[in-house]
C-alpha cells in the first residue's frame, strides 16, 4: 500500500488522532468519503458544460433574436 509498512501506518494514525482528536475523527471520515463519492461521480458523468454563465447567456440572447 504506497510503499508504507505497518509502523508507518500507525504513526500516521496517531499524528491524525493527536492533531483532530477522537471527536472530528468521525466527521473527517464522513467528510472524506463524501468527497470520494462525489469525485468518482463527477469523473463517471460523460456529458460536462464547462460554458461560463456569460456566453450562455449571450448565446441564448442571439438564437433568440435569430
Known amino acids: ?10 504513526l500516521i494514525l496517531l499524528v491524525v488522532f493527536v492533531i483532530f482528536g477522537a471527536g472530528k475523527l468521525p466527521e473527517l471520515g464522513s467528510g472524506l468519503g463524501k468527497a470520494i463519492k462525489n469525485f468518482k461521480r ?4 460523460t456529458d ?5 454563465e456569460k456566453d ?3 448565446g441564448d440572447k442571439a438564437q433568440k433574436k435569430g
Open 48 to 52: 460536462i458544460d464547462v460554458t461560463p
Open 56 to 58: 450562455k447567456l449571450d
Open 1 to 10: 500500500m504506497f510503499g508504507l509498512g505497518t509502523s508507518e501506518l500507525i
Open 42 to 45: 463527477a469523473s463517471s458523468e
